[in-house]
């Protein structure tokens, strides 16, 4: 199994671009999450989906941020204006199905810079 | 809200240590436990976890006991190596919706 991938692995980019991660969760799983990690606000839920249907983004920090699940096998994270305080690690995750002793399958991040 | 807090790090140990890293949680109703592990440039992985009170979860000699009296989930090992040297989460799940909510890390160091 190839587990979580996500792309880039890095991302430089200049404030007001238009930032998009991707997410390929492993195949089968039904439940998608989008953390963000820093250093002062360690790991935070940005928004998770369940059979490809939003169910929790109250983590979504403004309306600059937004993410799709079109299908099972894809999932985006869209930042748009960009700013600096943007710059983290953006972890996608994804658990075989929504319950409260499933565990999460993390993809090894995107170091997002944003100068 | 539901919340997780963990001691602080950095934690520096000499290797065959003994290690304790706290957890203690907030939550309403009966929530899954876990510690996961972040090792540098990876995503988290999952280390052990335990689903109702008094379980015992434990996985490559690490061992973490829900008590749901403390509302704690410590961590322990009883002989750290060089290669544990990570970041340790503490993380619940099966409140509000089936999210994992993470505790900030902490940061472990064992020296040869």
Not at chain 2, 1 to 30: H, K, R, W
Not at chain 2, 38 to 48: D, S, T, V
Not at chain 2, 68 to 88: I, N, R, W
């Amino acid at each position: 199994d190839a587990g979580v991938i996500q792309s880039p692995r890095h991302e430089v980019t200049e404030m007001g671009q238009e930032v998009t991660l991707r997410c390929k969760p492993i195949s089968g799983h039904n439940s998608l999450f989008w953390y963000r990690q820093t250093m002062m606000r360690g790991l935070e839920l940005l928004i998770y989906f369940n059979n490809n249907v939003p169910i929790d983004d109250s983590g979504m920090p403004e309306d600059r941020f937004s993410a799709k699940m079109p299908n099972a096998s894809f999932s985006t994270l869209k930042i748009q204006p960009s700013e600096p305080r943007d710059s983290a690690v953006y972890f996608c995750a994804s658990s075989p199905r929504e319950g409260r002793n499933e565990k999460l399958f993390f993809g090894s991040g995107t170091q997002l810079s944003v100068l | 809200g539901d919340s997780v807090t963990q001691m602080e790090g950095p934690v520096t140990l000499s290797e065959e240590a003994f290690l304790t890293i706290n957890c203690t949680y907030t939550a309403t109703g009966y929530p899954s436990l876990f510690w996961y592990v972040q090792y540098p440039g990876e995503g988290l992985q999952l280390l052990l976890k335990a689903t109702k009170a008094d379980d015992k979860g434990s996985n490559k000699g690490f061992e973490a006991t829900y008590r749901k009296e403390t509302t704690s989930f410590h961590l322990e090992k009883g002989s750290v190596q060089v290669s544990d040297s990570a970041v340790y989460f503490c993380a619940l799940s099966g409140t509000g919706g089936f999210k994992t909510i993470f505790g900030a890390g902490t940061r472990l160091f064992v020296k040869a």
